[in-house]
């Protein structure tokens, strides 16, 4: 099973996106019994998990993006969404989605410009 990321492009400073993760290729039952999270790694840095959100919904972030991107989830569609306001140049990256435990095969990712 792999997500398939899509969402990203090229925004200016302050500006918005909305990342969209689909694991229709997971069951049903792993989809909603994991939490999952949206990662991102920037040129010649690790990947780093920025948001995760619990079966439950319950939601965390890392400081660096508190307050300016909301996670949710969709278990009908068995989507992972990221909405991302308060754009700056720092959130530049590939966004990836998985598992929090990364228990899935990584997928290709999304690029993510934020221009000064």
């Known amino acids: 099973v792999r997500p398939v990321e899509s969402g990203g492009g090229l925004v200016q400073n302050g500006g918005s996106l909305r990342l969209s993760c689909k694991a229709s290729?997971?069951?049903?039952?792993?989809?909603?019994?994991?939490?999952w999270g949206w990662y991102r790694q920037a040129p010649g840095k690790q990947r780093d998990l920025v948001a995760e959100?619990?079966?439950?919904?319950?939601?965390n972030y890392a400081d660096s993006v508190k307050g300016r991107f909301t996670i949710t989830r969709d278990s009908t569609r068995k989507m992972v969404y990221l909405q991302m306001d308060s754009l700056k140049p720092e959130d530049t990256a590939v966004y990836y989605c998985?598992?929090?435990?990364?228990?899935?095969?990584w997928g290709q990712g999304t690029q993510v410009t934020v221009s000064s």
């Open positions: 998985n598992t929090v435990t990364g228990s899935l095969d």
């Open positions: 290729g997971a069951i049903t039952s792993f989809f909603n019994s994991n939490s």
């Open positions: 959100i619990t079966s439950s919904r319950t939601t």
